[in-house]
């Protein structure tokens, strides 16, 4: 399948009222390309998502011909997840990449099956995320991206533990944290899970 060109992505994110006009987001967008793990805080946490998503898109466009995901979220709610859901099928149109969610109001056979079956991005809550992880129902060899988004509000509905012992066997990949605030939480987070991360802020 081609791939689809830098210009319809901005198109898709036009289409969507998205745009990438902040230094904070054309940071995070061009970060994702040159690698290396980030903490950005910013007071539009979204948005700076959406950016980091784009950045995604533009570099895997592809679907996976495994079951594996290449990009994996973490998010503090089932809101949450299904808000991010809703904005990665506005940008990724036209890719055909396959996506999951995992939290702890679905079912869980069903939510297995679904990863079973593959999924380029899967996004879920930290507790549903590490039960499928240690169940073996995660397959994390080909991961590229992990991202931890609202990550204080993600340890508190869960534990910085749930979050890092998954990380404790990913490949070798970039991951980011995304939050508003630069909380206790988020700061043991960061100390756990990143290695030698670049940090970047919108705060004045």
């Known amino acids: 399948m081609p791939k689809i060109k830098f210009e319809q992505l901005i198109e898709n994110l036009t289409l969507n009222q998205i745009s990438l006009e902040t230094e904070i987001q054309s940071f995070c967008f061009s970060k994702v390309k040159s690698g290396g793990d980030v903490i950005a805080l910013s007071t539009d946490t979204e948005n700076t998502l959406i950016s980091v998503l784009a950045g995604m ?15 994996l979220i973490v998010a503090p709610s089932k809101d949450i997840c299904l808000w ?30 679904a990863l079973f079956n593959g999924a380029d991005i899967v996004i879920g809550t930290p507790k549903r995320l590490n039960e499928m ?8 060899n080909k991961l590229k991206y992990f991202i931890v988004f609202e990550a204080e509000k993600c340890v508190k509905a869960s534990s910085v533990i749930h979050i890092a012992r998954m990380t404790d066997s990913f490949p070798k990949c970039q991951k980011w944290i995304i939050d508003s605030v ?9 100390e756990n899970i990143l290695e030698n991360p670049t940090e970047i802020n919108d705060f004045e």
């Open 182 to 190: 630069e909380g206790k939480n988020t700061i043991k987070l960061a």
């Open 57 to 71: 898109v533009e570099v895997l466009q592809i679907p996976a011909e495994d079951d594996a995901p290449r990009i």
């Open 84 to 113: 991010i859901e809703s904005m990665w099928l506005k940008i990724s149109k036209r890719t055909q990449m396959i996506h999951t969610l995992v939290f702890e109001q679905g079912d869980k056979v069903k939510q297995r099956i």
């Open 133 to 140: 992880y240690f169940q073996n129902g995660l397959n994390i």
